[in-house]
T-cell receptor, first 113, second 117 residues
Framework: GQQLNQSPQSMFIQEGEDVSMNCTSSSIFNTWLWYKQEPGEGPVLLIALYKAGELTSNGRLTAQFGITRKDSFLNISASIPSDVGIYFCAGQLENTNAGKSTFGDGTTLTVKP | NAGVMQNPRHLVRRRGQEARLRCSPMKGHSHVYWYRQLPEEGLKFMVYLQKENIIDESGMPKERFSAEFPKEGPSILRIQQVVRGDSAAYFC???????????????FGPGTRLTVL
């Protein structure tokens, strides 16, 4: 089946620093989604990307849909303690009407005040 | 507009018992997805349902697991004769699947954490 490689697996940063994480796939996706999950909760959608090359922002978050359609990255600028959590990328396959998502294994972000 | 609701939030079962997990999608959403998450891992797709229809169950084990989304009421994920390996967090997501930019966006519930003793 399809696999997403998400990196890094974890990050420990100082408050105020910028963060970058990415996902790569062996398959083409037509949609990339970025989620944040906090302990004991479900994933919350942060950004959705629908076109190759698309760059979309949501506050301090910026995500891009790679030109090859096989990768995506998420940047967080000027991190704050509430950014702590697990960030997941998810891709949806080309030519499917099922809409099911394939998830990466997550990037755990720790922000030190 | 209430979000996706799941209950129970925590469920403890002994080996061999049945587990029933419920999911009420967001208002206006008629597409429901179930995912399973093991510790330290991402979510794994199990099944996709529309009202009264299973569209894709390619991620669901063939035995002991079943899902339904009746015309009235919540979607149910049912696990019969549970084993320790079924212990996981089970998440439900709903989607409007209407035309437009949000076509593929899925909104998740808080999950049900199943523990099999």
């Amino acid at each position: 089946g399809q696999q997403l490689n998400q990196s890094p697996q974890s990050m420990f940063i100082q408050e105020g620093e910028d963060v970058s994480m990415n996902c790569t796939s062996s398959s083409i996706f037509n949609t990339w989604l970025w989620y944040k999950q906090e302990p004991g909760e479900g994933p919350v959608l942060l950004i959705a990307l629908y076109k190759a090359g698309e760059l979309t922002s949501n506050g301090r978050l910026t995500a891009q849909f790679g030109i090859t359609r096989k990768d995506s990255f998420l940047n967080i600028s000027a991190s704050i303690p509430s950014d702590v959590g697990i960030y997941f990328c998810a891709g949806q396959l080309e030519n499917t009407n099922a809409g099911k998502s394939t998830f990466g294994d997550g990037t755990t972000l720790t922000v030190k005040p | 507009n209430a979000g996706v609701m799941q209950n129970p939030r925590h469920l403890v079962r002994r080996r061999g018992q049945e587990a029933r997990l419920r999911c009420s999608p967001m208002k206006g959403h008629s597409h429901v997805y179930w995912y399973r998450q093991l510790p330290e891992e991402g979510l794994k797709f199990m099944v996709y349902l529309q009202k009264e229809n299973i569209i894709d169950e390619s991620g669901m084990p063939k035995e002991r697991f079943s899902a339904e989304f009746p015309k009235e009421g919540p979607s149910i994920l049912r696990i019969q004769q549970v084993v320790r390996g079924d212990s996981a967090a089970y998440f439900c997501a709903s989607s409007p699947r209407t035309s437009g930019r949000s076509y593929n966006e899925q909104f998740f519930g808080p999950g049900t954490r199943l523990t099999v003793l």
